[in-house]
């Protein structure tokens, strides 16, 4: 085997407060984000969307720093990847494709070209598959295979899914026992799983595997810790009227609340690195729903980042995926339905999710609510009030 490439997927986000708007601006250009009927509409809805959330989204990531720590970490695991691999005697170089900031997944499939890799391992940074993450960034690089004839005789392989991994599922077990272990009574805390949401719409119509891979992946980690713990399992960065995966996490906090837990143990299961979910949604947003509800010692495990553990897991995945047959981007992209997404019956509405997505929301329900008025005058927006 010639020389091998690792490239790591992930969505990226704002290293400064300057760029949280032509973030904005790029994620919500994407049509695998909003899903419109007209193709003009796009662009205007992505300036609409970072016009109008700018602001606010700087001050959420001023709760944290500043900017996202997304690029720090994900280049800090591919340091770490790349260690653990020449470690098992595998010389490989590791490439950072993100989808919506620097450095982009086209920047990344240019450096690796330009190094002349002969083999390619695609491994995404979601743990758990669904079209709107690692699909998304599936069919990018389908696209960029088809446009680029030189990318045509590059072996590769892709790793769609590995929530089953051992090794991963040992580092959540060992971070979730790091804060078990500061209770009084640590089998006596509740475990509180929390998963980024899709729309139910992807799980019945378009057959995302996403839902029951999280909810295997959260009784995979149970067993793995051997702990007579409570758990619970809810999602996230929900947006808009449309049905979201339930439970929400919001209200099954305060449920907990009313059944009388004290201690409380998070777990941001989707996510392997730090970032705006896990600093600002779940710090600190639902960190003051839960003690409102009356849960008063609040911990949350950290996401795997280095975990030596963790890293050690993806260099298996690595190895193990290169000694298998290979795994074509067109065998993990495909979908049973295309989901229609806007508009939907009942004047609903759908967005896909992912990491550090969420800044947009209101504002960008309004923009399409006034597109809608606007082309069949239906007084929506007296109906929803969505821009009072």
Not at 82 to 101: F, P, S
């Amino acid at each position: 085997m010639g020389r091998v490439g690792v490239l790591l997927l992930n969505l990226g986000g704002p290293d400064k407060l300057e760029d949280v708007g032509p973030f904005l601006y790029n994620l919500f250009s994407d049509p695998e984000i909003i899903r419109l009927p007209f193709r003009w509409m796009q662009k205007p809805l992505a300036w609409f969307i970072a016009t109008r959330r700018e602001k606010t989204s700087q001050e959420n990531y001023k709760q944290i720093g500043g900017g996202s720590p997304l690029r720090r970490i994900t280049e800090e695991q591919g340091e770490a990847l790349k260690t653990q691999l020449d470690a098992m005697g595998k010389e490989t170089n590791i490439y950072v494709g993100m989808r919506y900031w620097h450095p982009y997944t086209e920047e990344a499939i240019a450096q690796l070209a330009q190094d002349n890799i002969e083999k390619l391992v695609i491994l995404p940074l979601y743990p758990q598959f669904s079209i709107s993450t690692s699909g998304s960034s599936f069919r990018l690089l389908e696209k960029l295979w088809q446009e680029n004839p030189k990318l045509q005789p590059l072996e590769y392989t892709v790793i769609p899914s590995w929530y089953k991994q051992p090794g991963y599922l040992q580092a959540m077990a060992e971070l979730i026992i790091e804060q078990l272990n500061q209770f009084p009574n640590p089998d006596q805390a509740h475990i509180f799983f929390s998963a980024h949401g899709v729309p139910k719409s992807y799980v019945i119509e378009a057959g995302d595997p996403y839902q029951q891979e999280i909810e295997e992946c959260t009784q995979l980690i149970m067993q793995t810790l051997h702990r007579p713990n409570a758990h619970t399992l809810a999602y996230q960065s929900r947006v808009g009227p449309v049905e979201w995966l339930q439970p929400y996490t919001e209200d099954a906090l305060k449920e907990l609340g009313e059944k009388g837990v004290k201690d409380l143990v998070v777990v941001p299961i989707s996510f392997v690195s730090e970032h705006i979910e896990t600093l600002q949604e779940i710090d600190i947003e639902y960190r003051e729903i839960a003690e409102e509800a009356g849960i008063e010692n609040f911990r949350r495990a950290a996401a795997p980042n280095t975990h030596p553990v963790f890293i050690k897991a993806l260099a298996d995945l690595v190895i193990e995926s290169l000694e298998k047959p290979d795994l074509k981007l067109s065998q993990v992209t495909q979908m049973k339905k295309k989901v229609k997404m806007y508009p939907q019956e009942r004047w609903e509405w759908g967005m896909t999710t992912s990491a550090e997505v969420w800044n947009g929301r209101i504002a960008m329900l309004g923009f399409i609510a006034l597109i809608i008025e606007i082309i069949t005058g239906r007084g929506l927006l007296h109906a929803i009030g969505l821009l009072q």
